[in-house]
């Protein structure tokens, strides 16, 4: 007997199920409750409820549609169905057989399986065909039928060659039954009414939560019926019959000729079902219509439809319900809308999926506290595809209790998603950043017995070891690139290897010893090699084709060489697959490249897990599994256009599409009606969000066409204006916080950049305000650090008093050889020449040195840049050579007691006929204040050198006498102590644009000082060569910042420089 029941809510529907266990029990204890069920969340959702109401639940099978189906073979003595036809079996058939079509019907399939790519192409054609002939089994038994006795239904070259192949896959399998035709003969043993002899049976079936069946299915059900009791639960949005909804048009045209006729205006005339359930019901319609048409008899049982509105103040949700529940051409009418601030609808958009959940967070603590008796399990927060979203929850929802169920197998086991890195590395080019991004993995670096402090380790070393792509010199050619050692991860092992067995600055056999390598270090540097000789072993295997049976050996041999021997349930998955793979070689014996075998496994990471459902949390998890589940608020993310409904596109080979028959799945329209189950089962709110403003230009984007509907149905059908809220890009936006604005957030951490924010833009003038921090008297100082102050005051300033480091970055490295060099690069690089140049160091050495730590690019190019590079260096050492200022001195001491400030140190680069100091690069204004202060202490100490000489790439300083050194010290030691609390306003590159824009418009100069030292100033903080102003100072204009005082620190302390200053012009010129 078959019994039907139906209400537009679930829980009347489990209120029943639960009152026809307790009032009807199976005469057995032993006996279990039989379940067909559509996902594993409605699995869970049943069983919380009978739970809550029986006190403790158990002895029952939650069972999908096709399981339970064919779990009935058995038991009417049906052999299973061959996994020729099925599954991964059908896949592997197909592509063997595709490698071996000569016949003139395949003449389609061999001109696409030609060109590039023809083995990636096979494999994917087969997983197409596959899915399609899994499809005909069930939705076109009748048509395989037919093929197989030799018939055609459309008589084209398309069925042809489906019906060839398909017959080659018959003759292949143990059985020319299918899976539909072995269901064909279920139906017709269920039907031949022998009762309960033809096999055990289930005492009862529940059908609970299915929105739509294939009709071959409904047969099975129904001559099941004549055997067992089956209570089937549907829950329908509208009450009463509507599955002829699909003819709408039919009946308007009936009322509007009956209304003519009577003499009834046509603009009167109502639609006979809501305008939403006529564009999101189809398949709900559809499927009424299937079942009433199939079931030969049937019972009709419960019938209870709630009426959603159940107060004098309808809600605009409720409303929307109780209209599509009603015929709206009914007499009596829904109350109208009255009351103001309806938020029961929401609609939100943002600029991204992260601002998605930042904007949720906050409504989802603002749901809480307004309803003290809301719960966090009573919250759903769906998306139609949750893993979009799943790296940002942890981040955003760490402090709120919540699950996270559907994910796939990827999120849920750490050791596929790993494995799967592993992989993705074997057809690529093993970038530095790609390799240790794996090795960062803890499955990996439990392998290899990696702790964090080695892998901080292991990035110095290969950093300053060169390493940037390519296994081996082989590798990176096969990738296209240099096939040099070079800059591979073989010669920087090597050179590691190298450094640690001897002591050396120069090449041994061709390699560059690098000998960072210490001690209990040297153990980590094992681990390393035994890494890289994994990876070497399996890229060779890689490149070579294996059969099935062997690739599956491979990869458990590799899963034990990178996790090493730990036993546990993820890595046994792992396993699993392996096996399966393995076992699918007797359905193709032939070779595979790599490419095939990756694509296969990153397929097996799709799989959804059943965990996390409703497990007394906030709950997010895709549509899919959750439908028709009742929640008090439903949030929906997602629903962007194209997105959700999903656009697809069948094959052109799909015959399903040439003929259409009820129950015949449709992507767009099972999401609509997910969309309309969504909207029925909220309860108190609906949540809708979508990528609804372009993250780049701010333009609006246009939400899903079903959202869309929605709001002009509201619009429309109720007079309520149902408006898109748009959030700001970023969550500290000020609007958040201000009284005036709807817009809200509850982070404190945001609301402290909001308000900084705010300030900053009405005047906030930096970290540093206008008072001076208390002082400390300075008694001495090293001359270092005194000249290091007027290098730089202002960073002087940030680093030592405030604390923070600037341009301090950890060890990083290239992902790729490096072709040119950028101008700090070629000022580091160019200084090391000219110091191994002056050492004489070989000119080869030198190149092989720099290019070996991947600091000059590689191949002919890198040589004839050296070359150029090498001759600039030799200039520039010969004019330090004829700067005849004689053989190095020791340094000279210095001791002086200054303006109550005593001044300890020494000057270097001290030679015969003065100081000597040489830049191989330009030189700026910090580097003549640094000389001219090295003069003064010369002149001051009245030793018998007083030449200072500074030799730059494009000039030659030197200074005239000094007339009053002491004097110029003296307000240098003012400055300093000054310096120490409060940032002074001597800006020493601006200070010396306008020193030298003063000089130049004593000759013929026109440019107004102050603009040039305007321009020096703005230069340094659009290209962020000093990021202490910025901190100091923040956004305020280089106008404000160099005045008076400015002028007046200059015009004292710079001016004399450039006064003093004689300038000869070097023949190097870059």
Known sequence: ??????????????????????????????????????????????????????????????????????????????????????????????????????????????????????????????????????????????????????????????????????????????????????????????????????????????????????PLFLEALNALANHCQIHFFILSPFQGYWGDMDSDKVLVKRKRAERELSGVPSSDIDQPFHPLLVKLGRQGAHFQELLLNSVEQFHEGWVYYHQPIDSKQPRLLNVLQAEILRDVDQPERIPKLSATGDETIKIVSCHSRYRELMVLKDYVLSWLYEDNTLELHEIGIMAPDISDYTPFIPALFDDIPYSLADKGVREENSYFETFLRFLALQDGRFEYSEVMSLLERPEVQQGFAFNSRDLDNLRVWLTKAGVRWGLSPEQRAFCGGYDGLLGTWREGLERLMMGVAIDRDYPVDGILPYGAVEGSSRTTLGGLARFFRVLETVEATCRKSHTLKTWSLFLGQWCDELFGSEENSELSELYRHFQSLGESARYNEKPFDFAIIREWFQEQGQVRSSTGFLSGKLMFCSMLPMRTIPFKIICLLGMNAGEFPRVTSNPSFDLLSREYRPGDRSVREDHRYQFLEAIISARHRLYLSYIGQSIQSGKPIPPSVLVSELIDSINEHHGVDLRIEAHPLHSSSIRYFSENSQLFSFNETQYEIARAYEAKGSGWQGIWQNESIPQSIIHEVDLATFIRFFRNPQRYLVESLLGITLHAHPASSEDSEPFELDGLQSYLVGNEIFERFSNKEPEQLILNRLQTKQEWPLGSPGKIQFTDQLENVKGFYQRIVDSQMGDPLPSIPVDLEIGGLRLVGELSGIHEHGQLSFKYAGIRGRDYLETWIQKLLLSTIEHPLKRVLLVGRRETIDYATIDEPLTHLTALVKLFKAGQFDPLKLFVEPGFAYTEQLKKNEAKGRTDPLVAAYRSYQQQVDKQFAPELDILFADRPPEELLGEEFLKVTTEVLLPVQNHLIKTTGSDDE
């Not at 003759?171 to 269920?190: D, F, M, N, P, V």
Request: no cysteine; aromatic share 12%; proline share 4%.
């Open 1 to 214: 007997m078959l019994v039907f029941h139906a209400s537009n809510r679930t829980e009347s529907l489990t209120e029943k199920l639960a009152e026809i266990i307790s009032t009807s029990p199976l005469p057995s204890l032993f006996q279990p409750e039989t379940f067909l069920i559509q996902s594993r969340g409605m699995e869970r959702m049943l069983t919380n409820v009978l739970t809550e109401k029986f006190g403790v639940w158990g002895n029952s099978d939650f069972l999908l549609p096709l399981d339970f189906i064919t779990g009935l073979f058995d038991k009417i003595g049906i052999e299973p169905v061959d996994e020729y036809y099925t599954g991964n079996g059908l896949v592997w058939a197909i592509e063997k057989l595709l490698r071996e079509i000569d016949e003139p019907q395949f003449y389609q399939l061999r001109t696409y399986l030609t060109g590039t790519l023809t083995d990636r192409k096979r494999y994917q054609l087969a997983k197409q065909i596959a899915d399609l002939f899994d499809q005909y089994q069930i939705m076109r038994p009748d048509l395989l039928d037919l093929w197989q006795k030799g018939s055609l239904a459309y008589n084209d070259d398309t069925e042809r060659w489906q019906r060839a192949l398909w017959l080659k896959i018959s003759e292949q399998a143990r059985s020319s039954y299918h899976r539909g035709s072995q269901i064909t003969q279920l139906i017709t043993k269920l039907s031949s009414n022998q009762g309960s002899a033809l096999g055990d049976f289930p005492a009862r079936l529940f059908i609970f939560g299915l929105h739509t069946l294939p």
